[in-house]
């Protein structure tokens, strides 16, 4: 055997399975409750806001709030995009070959 010689190429795996597609009406309510979500951040930004413009920083009464609204704002931003982006939903273990 010399330098020159290459081992022969590996034969090519299996081809991928098919991941199943989610349904329309459920990326629809995907998309609905992604924005309703939006509601509580957006009214923690105007609360928030409206407390640092007032006093130069948030009350810490209504601090807990207003991290909770953000949380739930970006959990709504994030369901949005799993809805936009289509995510597939995976198969079922005991389907696959």
Same mark, same amino acid.
Request: hydrophobic share 55%; aromatic share 0%; no cysteine.
């Given at each position: 055997m010399s330098i020159?010689?290459?081992?022969p190429p590996a034969p090519p795996g299996p081809p991928p399975a098919p991941m199943q597609k989610r349904s329309g009406c459920l990326t629809a309510l995907m998309a609905i409750f992604?924005? /309703?979500? !939006?509601l509580p951040g957006a009214c923690a930004l105007l609360f928030g806001g409206m407390s640092v413009v007032e006093d130069g920083r948030i009350a810490?009464?209504?601090a807990p709030l207003v991290f /909770?609204? !953000?949380?739930v704002g970006i959990g709504g931003v994030a369901l949005i995009w799993a809805?936009?982006?289509g995510r597939k939903a995976p198969a079922h273990p005991g389907t696959q070959a």
């Open positions: 020159s010689d290459t081992p992604g924005i /309703l979500m !939006l810490s009464d209504i /909770l609204g !953000l949380v809805a936009i982006k």
